[in-house]
């Protein structure tokens, strides 16, 4: 089953192929049904500069809302994230950076409320 992420942003593809080592993993993209010799197939679509594309909370890109599928760029570095930060403006909300921080230190978010 695919995992919904807590926050993800929409740009269009031009967007991350302004980042000097931007690569696509084609092979990942949604797939489109097309008619071939009277058969239907399913095929990865094209990716145009005005398609969408979706930057995830871990700086995944994804065809698509879901943080698990259709990965097409995940060489997720420091520069990446600068880039992310600065020129795109990508920012995460200050509940979801909460939440991802709690989980990056080894807790559960419902360990660290206290009752």
């Known amino acids: 089953m695919a995992t919904m992420g807590r926050y993800c942003k929409a740009y269009h593809a031009r967007s991350f192929r302004a980042y000097p080592n931007w690569t696509e993993n084609r092979d990942n993209l949604r797939k489109t049904k097309e008619s071939v010799d ?10 145009t500069d005005d398609d ?3 930057l995830q ?10 943080l698990d599928q259709n990965i097409v760029f995940d060489n997720v570095t420091p520069e990446w994230q600068e ?4 020129t795109l403006r990508f920012e995460l909300p200050e509940d979801v950076r909460a939440d991802l921080e709690t989980k990056d230190n080894g807790q559960d978010a419902a360990a660290a409320v206290p009752s």
Not at 38 to 47: A, T
Request: hydrophobic letters at 35%; a negative charge.
């Open 38 to 47: 009277g058969n239907e197939v399913e095929v990865p679509r094209e990716l």
């Open 52 to 54: 969408v594309l979706y």
């Open 57 to 66: 909370e871990n700086f995944t890109v994804t065809d698509g809302i879901f």
């Open 83 to 86: 880039f992310c930060t600065e």
